[in-house]
């Protein structure tokens, strides 16, 4: 990501395997099949991999709260995500391999999970990328509701150095959205899908541009726009491990999506964990709001001092507080639950 002071303006063929497969749902059938034909389309590669092992949908919502033991496994995940995936820098081997680790995680907690290949232009060439979704249904007429779509990125920034494992920058959020999907898979929310998304290739090697950052987040939105599917918000999430915690709201998100937030953190008991930030941000959402999709983004962008740990070998598991997690994660799910 990166923080704007000024407005900015605004390759082997199709395959799909399925893996211990009862019957797949429709939706992210079509999601899969929609994201190879956006490939196809701008002449990239795409291999689709569909991992399942669903048990049956819950009835309907509970409100689970989200609680200090899920921060801890939410913290311990990011643990684990550095120590054995550190680089995971998008387009790499490395980075393939921290797609496959975030799907099996869903898998072991009997989530389904899609992985998304793709090929796209970078500085240094073309280079295989993968983001990872899965699906919650809404409780209550999944087929006739509108979606909401969850983002973090899970990859480092390229050519930082010995040392640096991303750990609240992509490991944090990585490891609160697995967790999060997991409480939403035992109780759905009521009139809203949700998608959960990790992006690879959202930190840039030399500077943002079309072909260098946001590889993940063009992707998805370009099949979501081919697919049409009704899109009722965005929400990215990113660095929100910080043991110092202060969420920004980036200027240039949605209105509505920024009152329900600031709503959301009243109603936890939380009115000073947000703050409503003049500065733009270019982070992942910002791609699904210049499709003309609501988005928002919750970020600390204040991490350590003067933010001098961000994109630094400093940027460890040693920073990282369940506590944040804790915090972040109830106020995702109040925000999921005022839609």
Known sequence: MTRLK?????????????????PLRAALRLFAVTLALAASADAISLASLRINNRAAQPAASANLPFSQDDANRARALANELCRKHTPRDGGTVQGLQAAEWIAHKLLASNIDAD?????????????TFCNVTCSIPAANSPERCAWVVLISHFDTKPGIGRGFTGANDGASTTALMLTIAEKLAASPLENFNVLCLWTDGEECRRKYAPHDGFHGARHAVHALNLLDMPVAAAIGLDMLGDADLHIEIPSNGTPHLKNLAVAAARKIGEPNLLTLASERVRDDFSIFLDAGIPAIDLIDFDYGPDNSWWHTPADTMAHVSANSLFRAGNLVLAILAQL
């Open 6 to 22: 000024r407005p900015a303006t605004n390759t082997p063929p199709f395959t799909k395997r399925n893996i211990a497969a009862p």
């Open 115 to 127: 992985m998304h290949y793709f090929r796209d232009a970078t500085p240094e060439g073309e280079k």
